[in-house]
């Protein structure tokens, strides 16, 4: 590895500089999910990854320094692709019923997508505190997200203003969250748009919102 392919940050870690590097960091990720996926966190080794990669097993660490963080790249870039999917910008809609309603299929779309991942991630948590963390503040920033999405529709008259914003959020993302879980990780025999249908309604009476139509 030359040292034109990777620089370092203030922080100490190597980051990519050139495109070479940048594609060989990418296949380090995309070869952890893989291997991740299929042996489990305790079980997957770095020589694996690297090997998955198509890379020497020295560069792995010239771009993470254990298995601990490149599967926390995986996990960040799993935040990412579930926590933002801007479906106000690419839709236009505006009506909070079918925002409600489309955020959800897109979640249980990505949750189904990612099941392998995700049941991974909640292995992980059960004996590691740092992932313990990292699944606390992913639950969080889905929490906080919905929470402004009930504090808009308070100001704009459409759900009652002394409905608690934070605790409603986080009570409705949870319930999301772990049906999903129990659906598509651990095999609860529920249709995907049964589970949608049935969650959409729960969401919309316990904001006081009609059906969307």
């Not at 298995?67 to 692709?81: D, I, T």
Request: proline letters at 2%; a neutral charge; zero cysteines.
């Amino acid at each position: 590895m030359s040292a034109q392919e990777v620089t370092e940050e203030q922080s100490g870690k190597l980051v990519p500089r050139s495109k070479r590097g940048m594609r060989t960091r990418g296949a380090l990720v995309t070869a952890a999910r893989e291997v991740f996926e299929r042996d489990g966190y305790l079980d997957a080794r770095i020589s694996d990854i690297s090997k998955a990669a198509g890379v020497a097993a020295g560069s792995f660490y010239t771009y993470f320094d254990s298995k601990e963080e490149v599967f926390a790249e995986v996990v960040e870039q799993l935040r990412e692709e579930m926590l933002h999917p801007h479906i106000r910008q690419r839709s236009g809609v505006d009506d909070p019923r079918l925002l409600i309603e489309a955020a959800n299929r897109e979640y249980l779309l990505a949750y189904q997508r990612n099941h392998r991942l995700m049941a991974v991630l909640e292995q992980v948590a059960q004996v590691d505190e740092q992932f313990r963390t990292i699944r606390f503040d992913r639950a969080k920033a889905f929490g906080e997200r919905n929470a402004a999405l009930i504090r808009s529709l308070q100001a704009a008259g459409s759900v009652e203003a002394d409905l608690d914003p934070w605790v409603t959020a986080l009570s409705l993302s949870t319930m999301t969250s772990r049906m999903a879980y129990m659906v598509f990780v651990q095999g609860e025999g529920i249709a995907f748009e049964r589970l949608l249908t049935g969650l959409n309604r729960i969401w919309f009476n316990t904001l006081g919102l009609s059906p969307a139509r």
